[in-house]
């Protein structure tokens, strides 16, 4: 990866552009449904005009799931700025070192077993901290960190629990293979409560901001930041636990979502540059803006059919990263 150079550009408009998105997208969803967009749905609810029932879907139902969807969206965003300062690679994303494999496959592995909500939210947890420990002690502590080997350890990682799923897919009874897919590929359906989402996704933006100016030294190069004293491999240690954290308390909430934490951040940092300052809150919102637009989407397009938010992100993601991809390659490689 070339060396980043530290470029302000444009990051108080870019925020107040994406200020006035979050409110259009959340609006958005609390007026769109089975029945189609309402534009006067959402004056109606809010004031009191609309049936008791009518109004319970739009602020009880709608605007939670979006809020949630927000919070989600937004974590999944700054894991990826953080994967990608890491291992230095605009194309690493949260996913790339297998901590959404692991608590993909301990999650289903409780559904099958017939746990509760709450147990399969802890077995995703606790696969995905053994995902990352796992990368941990063959890829990073031995080596110092050579992001080479962590990308391939977990890419090779992340295969083989994607091998494991496959195999819990083919062994499921019928009963609760629908819902193990929909878990797998995302699913907003059960959020309604975006208080706890919402509460790390500040912590999330706020501690980012706390190591914003180490991970400007990092994105430099690691020679730079042992030339200005800083404990590189103990802030190594802290970035990848922070985004793996982040990770795994956001397939907790949704399941497994891509191309967020891919996608989001290598879009922001062309208007912000990549001064963390301003690349991590702008990503938070981004990617909150486009999984509420993307969950939105979901449960309307097929209407009162649901699609996996994950298959919407994936069909957002995959055509503008190529644009993207396209757009930053040098001349001479294309």
Not at 10 to 18: Q, S, T
Not at 19 to 38: C, E, K, N, Q
Not at 284 to 305: E, F, H, K, M, Y
Request: glycine share 10%.
């Amino acid at each position: 990866m070339q060396e980043l150079v530290l470029t302000p550009k444009r990051p108080l408009g870019l925020m107040g552009f994406l200020f006035v998105a979050a409110l259009l997208s959340l609006a958005f969803a609390m007026v769109a449904g089975s029945d189609g967009v309402r534009p006067g749905l959402l004056a109606e609810a809010l004031s009191g005009g609309l049936a008791a029932d009518d109004a319970r879907v739009v602020l009880e139902l709608r605007l939670p799931r979006a809020l949630s969807a927000f919070a989600v969206g937004g974590l999944l965003a700054v894991a990826g700025v953080l994967m990608q300062v890491l291992l230095r690679n605009p194309l690493a994303d949260p996913y790339v070192l297998g901590t959404s494999g692991g608590a993909a496959f301990a999650a289903l592995a409780a559904i099958l077993a017939g746990f509760s909500a709450a147990s399969v939210d802890a077995a995703a947890f606790v696969g995905a901290a053994a995902a990352t420990l796992i990368v941990f002690g063959i890829g990073g502590l031995r080596t110092g960190f050579a992001p080479t080997l962590l990308l391939l350890t977990g890419v090779v990682l992340a295969s083989g629990f994607g091998a494991g799923v496959s195999l819990l897919l083919a062994v499921s009874p019928d009963a609760t293979l629908r819902g193990m897919l929909f878990w797998l590929m995302g699913d907003f359906s059960l959020a309604l409560s975006p208080t706890a989402p919402l509460a790390a996704l500040a912590a999330a933006v706020v501690v980012g901001l706390l190591m914003a100016r180490a991970l400007d030294v990092l994105a430099q190069s690691p020679e730079r930041a042992l030339l200005l004293g800083l404990p590189l491999t103990r802030m190594r240690i802290s970035v990848l636990l922070f985004a793996s954290l982040l990770t795994a308390y956001a397939v907790t909430q949704a399941g497994s979502i891509g191309f967020v934490g891919l996608v989001v951040p290598h879009l922001v940092r062309g208007v912000t540059g990549v001064r963390h300052a301003a690349l991590l809150p702008a990503s938070a919102v981004a990617g909150g803006c486009l999984l509420v637009i993307a969950d939105t989407l979901s449960r309307t397009v097929l209407a009162p059919r649901q699609l996996p938010v994950g298959t919407l992100t994936a069909l957002i993601g995959v055509p503008l990263f190529l644009y993207l991809l396209r757009q930053t390659l040098p001349a001479r490689e294309r």
